[in-house]
């Protein structure tokens, strides 16, 4: 397993995570297999949210956690907060404690290794957030934060009030969701897309020291399912079976590594609950395509160069 440093951290963290969103379906016992399995294979980071199977995905790993092979100070445990039952969000001092607090009980740990803004908030007040955040660091609650599906205008906004530097923007990113690619190879072009639907995110994150990480590696844009074994997505199943051939790895692996093999060292998060596919999955942590490996992959999934 490789490891990137998290944000402008000395963290040095498995370039594969394990997401907790599915845990909730899960006994304690499968949990702790779960999570035994990707300790296993090198993943010490593991991530989560307060909305997550409405707050149990928390509650199951909380219990999981405390009888697996690693002790609390050898894992990465993030979460994250701010949406309030799928009906606003609130990023307001008085929740996002409230959420942390809520957080830590549920995860049944004293400290959270880092705590991401889950979905941006237009009725956020920077100052008011970065008051939050100072309290929850000195209360030794929090070490380090950062966001998620923020454009790099809201990262901006809100960096410039936070005594702590932001580390990560946790954002989908897929073969069959490139649009933080597609209009940087369309620049200067009028056809789909070259439309800048989220700012520059790739080029500000590399700029700033923010690791992304990418969520949902496996699935198309808009939650519409996974594209493995697709007859949909023939063409780009037909290539990662052939560098599957190649590296003796399942697709799911190639999909890793297509990310992977990005020059931005992103964290992939995974959220299978499966061991197998765990272990399938993060083959592609050592893998290294090819450039033109990287771009048959990238046509194959029905996107062009000019």
């Known amino acids: 397993m490789k490891l990137v440093n998290l944000g402008n951290t000395n963290w040095s963290v498995s370039n594969i995570a394990l997401g907790t969103w599915r845990m909730n379906k899960l006994t304690v016992d499968q949990a702790v297999k779960t999570i035994e399995t990707a300790i296993d ?4 980071f593991f991530d989560s949210s307060d909305v997550y199977g409405r707050s149990e995905s928390e509650k199951i790993f909380g219990q999981a956690i405390k009888q697996v092979s690693k002790s609390r100070d050898e894992l990465f445990i ?4 701010g949406i309030i039952s799928h009906q606003r969000y609130d990023f307001s001092k008085q929740h996002l404690i409230q959420a942390v607090d809520n957080s830590l009980m549920r995860l049944d740990v004293d400290y959270l290794d880092s705590y991401l803004l889950h979905r941006p908030d237009p009725l956020m007040e920077p100052d008011e957030v970065a008051e939050a955040f100072d309290d ?6 929090v070490r380090h934060f950062g966001v998620s599906n923020f454009n790099p205008q809201q990262v901006s906004l809100l960096q410039n009030s936070l005594n702590q530097k932001i580390l990560v923007n946790q954002l ?10 597609d209009h940087g190879i369309h620049t200067n072009m009028t056809d789909n897309r070259s439309v800048n639907h989220d700012g520059e995110l790739i080029e500000y994150s590399r700029r700033k020291n923010i690791t992304i990480q990418a969520w949902s590696p496996f699935q198309y844009s808009n939650y519409a399912g996974v594209f493995i074994d697709d007859p949909k997505a023939e063409n780009l199943n037909q290539e990662l079976q052939k560098l599957a051939d190649k590296y003796q790895v399942s697709k799911n692996a190639i999909a890793v590594a297509w990310i992977l093999r990005h020059p931005a060292n992103f964290q992939v998060l995974i959220g299978t609950m499966n061991p197998e ?8 942590s050592d893998i290294q395509l090819s450039r033109q490996e990287w771009y048959d ?8 160069l000019p």
Not at 41 to 44: A, K, L, W
Not at 136 to 141: E, N, S
Not at 172 to 181: A, D, V
Not at 297 to 303: E, H, K, Q
């Open 41 to 44: 294979q090198g993943i010490n």
């Open 78 to 81: 993030q979460t994250k907060g």
């Open 136 to 141: 929850l660091q000195k209360a030794g609650k």
């Open 172 to 181: 989908q990113f897929s073969l069959m969701h490139t649009g933080m690619i």
């Open 277 to 284: 596919h765990i272990i399938d999955s993060i083959a592609g």
């Open 297 to 304: 992959l990238y046509l194959s999934a029905g996107n062009d």
